[in-house]
């Protein structure tokens, strides 16, 4: 029988800023995050299907370790979900003005892909 997988969290009061901040900087694990927040939680793979599987374990590792993601075994499946309440509780509001300034980024983004692609390429208008 093969051992059951188990993740060290960090406790809620042990959460820092800092360690948030820094899982959150890196556009990745933002998007991983906003997916989280939007679905609640999901198998990991579902957070990054077209990446290396180191590559998905590093940032999802990262995410556990910084206290914005709980991650646990269910069968083969690593499941993972948003500390929501940890983090609303640690830094209120935090997480949800970074998304939310993120969304507005992202869509911003995506005005611009269409007003660039429509623009005349000899005027820019």
Known sequence: ??????????????????????????P?????VRKLAEEGEVDSIELGPDLPRST???HTSLLRESGVAFVRA???????SLRAEDLEA???????????????????????????????PETGR
């Open 1 to 26: 029988m093969a051992a059951v997988r188990t993740y060290v969290h960090p406790e809620t009061e042990d959460i820092s800023l800092p360690r948030v901040l820094f899982a959150l900087s890196e």
């Open 56 to 58: 998905l374990t590093h």
């Open 90 to 120: 640690r830094f209120p509001g935090l997480v949800g003005t970074i998304l939310a300034g993120y969304g507005r980024a992202r869509a911003g983004e995506r005005h611009e892909g269409r007003h660039a692609e429509s623009a005349d």
């Open 28 to 32: 990745l694990r933002l998007e991983m």
């Open 74 to 80: 269910e069968g083969r499946k690593c499941m993972i």
